[in-house]
């Protein structure tokens, strides 16, 4: 290479050669890349809550909880291998019963997944999984728990039966069978709930007003009766509860609890997706009106067709963010369930988020090849530009929740902006990379100027650090002498005074105009200009 030359120049004359790239990353690529970072930022807090609520019915199926390593009970997929019996004339007879078992864990499930993602504390537990209530409690089958501890009054009795108001009547009545269940809220299926309490209501008022016709006759033994089971009808009135399901969906997740948890999965991630969606379309809708909001203003879209593209950007960042929630608490609760610590472990970071983020992000990659606008080297490249991009953003979004401690938007401006720099990054070293490749020449100029600018770098860096290391500690010494001089001045002469400050001037590279009281008296007497 020739020394005269400046190696920039080479560089830049020997690029005027090279054809241009049509692979190239578009500006509108980047946006739209940093667009879905945003999205998918602003969507991890909402995978966290409805995550967590999709490992309760995982854990429901499966009877264990891997977190704590509690294993329950019962578990859906234990009760659907029970035996059930057959009588030929009745047909199946203990179905019900097994359903209620089912309903029991479902049921549990679901107001601990409603409660989680309400933010509440609250949080249901079945008897059998509580040590101060044993296995197969007479009375109480689940109970609602605070700070681990039962809250007063929640206990309660499911009956899933095919005769509600035999049931009632068994509770109600001083002889009746269930007579135990009194002072406990009864859930019943919901096709039974309705109507219960009116039921309860009118038998009390009957038994009343048979009491007074059984007084009249003499009768005070039997009046006393009918009024304590009026009472009885009239509080249990008050405590028959909706369970939430009905005997059919109790049926189906004894027979089908494989199916039933993947529903209810399945419900739960979409109303995370409506919540994405929502996220999205803010995200999304805010940073197109800001980039059409300049190009009209620079001349570059009509007022019309900006307004247009605002809409159609919101509309698909809303889609986005639909479907990153939806597939994100998905793959959240799973990985919060799995029986390897290591998954459990990468469920509370932003990894859910990359997974589908990534996803999302190759899919119009991988069309592009099926179809085959792009080749398999080009393929490559984009995979590895947008799979940098996403881990980039994945920092930086924890880092944007750090800096920001705004629920959503620190982690969404954060992703979007490592997304965006990864992307021109990754760019810019790959089109390095293909310039080199075309010409051998480039890449030979290119690794002398890197070498000359690390040498050079090091140098600088070598005597700043000589520098720093030399001069700072002498000058902490000579300030520290200097202020001490100060101190003493009244004990100092002034020719002493004067002979510290210009030393100390002289330190700081200055030099002063008097040295002594001599030097200036005959300055006072000379005819010479004072200067600074």
């Known amino acids: 290479m020739n020394s005269g030359q400046n190696p920039n120049l080479l560089v830049a004359d020997a690029s005027t050669d090279i054809a241009p790239d049509t692979t190239k990353t578009s500006g509108i690529e980047i946006q739209s890349e940093t667009i879905c970072a945003g999205v998918a930022y602003s969507t991890s807090e909402v995978i966290n809550r409805y995550g967590s609520a999709n490992a309760e019915y995982l854990k429901g199926y499966s009877g264990v909880d891997n977190e704590t390593e509690q294993k329950y009970a019962k578990s859906l997929a234990d009760i659907a291998k029970y035996k059930i019996s057959v009588d030929p004339d009745e047909g199946t007879r203990n179905i019900k019963q097994q359903a209620g078992f089912s309903a029991e864990i479902a049921t549990t499930s679901r107001d601990n997944a409603e409660a989680i993602i309400s933010r509440s504390r609250i949080r249901t537990s079945r008897s059998d999984d509580l040590q101060q209530f ?38 109600a009545r001083e002889d009746g069978k269930f007579a135990r269940y009194r002072g406990t809220k009864l859930e019943l299926p919901s096709e039974q709930y309705a109507g219960a309490a009116q039921h309860c209501r009118d038998k009390s008022k009957q038994l009343l007003f048979n009491a007074g016709r059984a007084e009249q006759c003499g009768q005070r033994d039997v009046a006393a009766k009918l009024r304590r089971e009026a009472d009885n009808y009239a509080q249990l009135a008050t405590e028959v509860m909706d369970s939430g399901m009905t005997t059919e969906q109790a049926i189906f997740y004894r027979s089908h609890p494989k199916t039933a948890t993947a529903f209810d999965i399945a419900r739960t991630s979409h109303r995370a997706g409506m919540e ?30 900006a307004a247009k593209g605002v809409a159609l950007d ?19 609760g799973a990985m919060q369930q799995s029986s390897s610590g290591n998954i459990r472990a990468l469920a509370d970071t932003t990894a859910p988020v990359l997974v589908v983020n990534i996803c999302i ?3 119009g990659s991988i069309k592009r090849y099926v179809i085959g606008e792009i080749n398999e080297s080009q393929l490559l490249l984009e995979v590895g530009e947008k799979s940098t991009g996403m881990l ?15 629920p959503l938007i620190g982690a969404a401006i954060g992703g979007m902006i490592g997304c965006t720099l990864s992307s021109f990054f990754f760019q810019t070293a790959v089109d390095a990379a293909r310039r080199a490749e075309i010409s051998f020449d480039v890449l030979e100029r290119t690794r002398a100027i890197q070498i000359m600018a690390y040498e050079r770098i090091a140098k600088e860096q070598a005597a700043l650090e000589a520098f720093v290391g030399r001069e700072i500690p002498q000058l902490q010494q000579d300030t520290q002498q200097f202020f001490v001089s100060l101190d003493s001045a009244l004990s100092l002469s002034m020719d002493a005074q004067a002979a510290a400050i210009n030393a100390y001037a002289h ?8 040295k002594s009281m001599v030097d200036f008296e005959d300055f006072m007497l000379s005819d010479r200009t004072f200067r600074f």
């Open 276 to 305: 994405g969606a929502q996220y999205g379309a803010v995200i999304g809708g805010c940073i197109s009106l800001l980039n059409n909001s300049f190009a009209t203003a620079l001349g570059e879209k009509e007022f019309d067709n």
């Open 361 to 363: 992000s190759l899919g």
């Open 134 to 171: 044993g296995r197969n409690h007479n009375v109480v089958d689940r109970v609602q728990i605070r700070d681990g501890q039962i809250i007063e009054g929640t206990q309660s009795q499911m009956k899933f039966v095919g005769n509600r108001d035999q049931l009632l009547d068994n509770i």
């Open 314 to 332: 919101t509309a698909k960042a809303g889609t986005v963010g639909y479907g990153i929630a939806f597939a994100g608490s998905a793959v959240k």
């Open 392 to 406: 980039s953003s994945g920092m930086m979004a924890a880092l944007g929740q750090i800096v920001i401690p705004v």
């Open 507 to 514: 330190l700081l590279g200055k030099k002063l105009q008097h």
